[in-house]
């Protein structure tokens, strides 16, 4: 069971997936605007957060760089719902922090598949540290760097960035992306691979250009 936080400030959509979750066997508490969630967020901190983006008193991409800016919140699996559907709005919440995205409207089973795959959290890799020349990926510490200086990436950046390297040399299928960073239920579009491989490029600075598309099959890390 884990405890989610939701921040809509739409009653029935925020019924909607308090109920869901809940059936799920999750604990879930509901805030309509961002007064109400940081005040609780400084007592008990939530396993997942669903955030809104459109809000009455802050933006969700707001709540989303506050809660990574601080020590306490900076690994937080944080899903976004949006109403907003281009690719700009899509690939801007991933840049801000977040680790996944829900376009509304959408379904009960997509909502907790979602949650379901963000959730899944594995035990530190047996290998304690993947490197790829000055490219370090510390599992122990969840730290990366390049030649000593820190990267800061989301959860899922991390985890496809892992992936590659342990994979490096060899062309990964967006399935078997898909299977081994979201999960085999993942419900989502794959091009959500290809905003997260973006944005994991753009971070990772001259290493990013190491990510090679394979065109219609998927990505290898040379």
């Known amino acids: 069971m884990a405890l989610i936080y939701i921040i809509e ?43 809104d983006i459109m809000l009455p008193d ?10 990574r ?68 990926v510390n599992n122990a510490k969840h730290e990366v760097s390049i030649d000593g200086k820190p990267v800061e990436l989301t959860y899922k950046e991390y985890k496809l960035l892992s992936l590659f390297i342990v994979n490096r040399g060899i062309v990964l299928t967006r399935e078997i992306i898909m299977d081994e960073v979201w999960g085999t239920d993942y419900a989502g579009e794959t091009r959500t691979i290809d905003m997260h491989v973006k944005t994991l490029r753009r971070k990772l600075g001259a290493y990013g250009s190491r990510i090679k598309t394979i065109r219609n099959v998927g990505y290898v890390i040379e």
Do not use: W
Request: aromatic share 4%.
């Open 9 to 51: 400030d739409d009653d029935s959509i925020r019924e909607i997936e308090e109920f869901a979750l809940m059936n799920a066997g999750h604990k879930v508490l509901g805030f309509n605007c961002a007064k109400d969630f940081y005040q609780k967020i400084e007592d008990v901190i939530p396993d997942l957060c669903l955030i």
């Open 69 to 136: 800016r601080k020590a306490d919140t900076k690994k937080l699996p944080i899903i976004m719902v949006t109403a907003k559907a281009s690719e700009l709005d899509l690939v801007k919440g991933i840049e801000d922090g977040a680790d996944d995205y829900i376009k509304k409207p959408f379904s009960v089973m997509e909502l907790i598949s979602r949650v379901k795959a963000l959730l899944r959290r594995t035990s530190s890799d047996e290998v304690k540290e993947l490197c790829l020349d000055g490219l370090i």
């Open 58 to 67: 802050q933006n969700g991409n707001e709540i989303v760089r506050h809660l």
